[in-house]
């Protein structure tokens, strides 16, 4: 097997983390407020303030704290009236909890291809895939690594074709398009405060909306659905979804970090995008002229002529050592071996056995017939030469960098210098 110059990048004395929580002293100020005057449950001040807080920050008239982002997409798809056997559109590179809650009501998720600009749902991929599916009614669409997609377009297309949008703020709370937040864009929308996003209460999530009645629904069935009489009483069926207001008060506690949070993320990016200068590789991309990412992680593409062999099988991976390229594969074990944690593209839907079956449409029309041609041997478009299937391709050639906001410029110049010798 070919070698490659022998590694010579010290190992860091400390773990870096991909995104790990950063507290700040506040959080336990308020958990401990919780704790001595015993709001010890699903009520409390901490609660009311978080749901102010995220509507203050966010611009929108209601919050509905919960106990993750996934209970809040779960009740956006029940609010969309998604039925058992209704196919819904959903972005197809994202983390599986966007779509999970489609099938939580019996829905069956529809991916849609994403684009190179925003590594985002495409939304003319979105369109065809109303000219093959003209009876989907909704659409989920997720910002990836805090990266806003064409948010707008996505939805005229959804608007000309009476489809409702469900946004998936999970990653990308705090960033914007066209001076707009995400989470606002939606008919539905949902954040996260798990642990590895931009601020967390080490778990937690959000219902966000400007429907009093869509607001008070949620607050309802997130309660185990009782109605208002002396006794239990149900006629609808209910959920244990609720935040704690001990979690609520770590999340109180973060609120006012966000902003600069958002700041060391950035810095993050900015260090690698000059780090890497000279490299055959590019940063995840964004819309710079409308769009203001929170930058929760940072990524690299490696340029299609820079990579060397790699095969990944579904638990494992392997790759060919070449002189001046490297792979996904090699950089995350590459970064491993000094102590720094990378990861994967997050591996898209349709790739995923458990939605091996379900639809898939590239701006081409129906994607599967594509990625099989991919896998065999590469397809791409007669008309510009780009691959068919955007969203394999990224998770080809993209990779996520440590993105810690606690990680300093000394432990990042180790992570940058060692990614170089992969490229050697
Ligand atoms: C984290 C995440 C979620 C789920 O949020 P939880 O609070 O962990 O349930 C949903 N969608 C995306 C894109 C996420 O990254």
């Known amino acids: 097997m070919l070698e490659k110059e022998t590694n010579t990048v010290k190992p860091l004395e400390q773990k870096v983390w991909l995104s790990s929580p950063t507290m700040h002293g506040d959080e336990l100020e308020y958990v401990k407020e919780a704790y001595e005057t015993n709001w010890m449950s699903t009520v409390g001040k901490n609660i009311n303030e978080v749901e102010r807080l995220a509507c203050e920050k966010v611009g929108c008239k209601y919050a ?30 994202t983390f599986s909890a966007t779509v999970n809650p489609v099938v939580y009501e019996g829905g069956e998720p529809v991916f849609v291809d994403t684009e190179y600009d925003t590594w985002n749902m495409d939304p003319v991929a979105l369109e065809k895939g109303f000219e093959l599916y003209p009876d989907v009614k909704v659409v989920v669409v997720a910002h990836l690594y805090g990266t806003p997609g064409k948010i707008e377009q996505i939805k005229a297309v959804a608007d000309r074709h009476g489809a ?35 601020i967390t209460g080490s778990a937690g999530g959000m219902f966000l909306t400007d429907s009093k009645e869509d607001a008070e629904k949620v607050r309802k069935w997130s309660t185990q659905a009782r109605e208002n009489a002396p006794w239990y009483q149900h ?31 950035k810095a993050i990016y900015e ?32 340029d299609r002529d820079a990579m060397c062999r790699q ?114």
């Open 271 to 302: 260090r690698y995008q000059k780090g890497f200068e000279g490299l055959p590789v590019t940063m995840n991309p964004f819309d710079a002229e409308n769009s203001v990412p929170n930058f929760w992680l940072s990524c690299m593409l490696i």
């Open 235 to 265: 006629e609808e069926v209910g959920y244990n979804y609720r935040m704690s207001n001990v979690i609520a008060g770590v999340v109180r506690g973060q609120f006012p970090y966000l902003e600069e949070h958002i700041a060391q993320k």
């Open 311 to 424: 095969v990944r099988g579904e638990q494992e991976s392997l790759y060919l050592p070449e002189h001046g390229k490297s792979c996904p594969t090699e950089i995350l074990e590459t970064i491993s071996s000094i102590n720094a944690e990378g990861r994967p593209i997050w591996k898209p839907m349709h790739m995923q056995p458990i939605y091996r079956m379900n639809g898939f449409v590239t701006r081409e029309g129906n994607g599967r017939a594509k990625t099989n041609a991919y896998i065999a041997g590469g397809a791409v478009s007669e008309k510009d030469g780009l691959p068919l299937d955007i969203s394999m391709d990224i998770f080809n050639r993209g990779l996520c960098l440590p993105s810690d906001n606690k990680m300093t410029p000394e432990q990042q110049d180790r992570i940058i210098e060692v990614i170089r010798t992969c490229f050697e």
């Open 64 to 93: 509905v704290a919960l106990s993750a982002g996934t209970a809040a997409l779960h009740m956006a798809v029940k609010l969309a009236g998604v039925k058992p056997g209704d196919k819904v559109f959903c972005s197809d590179m």
């Open 164 to 198: 409702k949008i469900i946004e998936d703020a999970a990653e990308s709370l705090g960033a914007s398009y066209k001076g707009q937040q995400t989470g606002t864009f939606g008919n539905f929308n949902a954040i996260s405060f798990n642990g590895n996003k931009i």
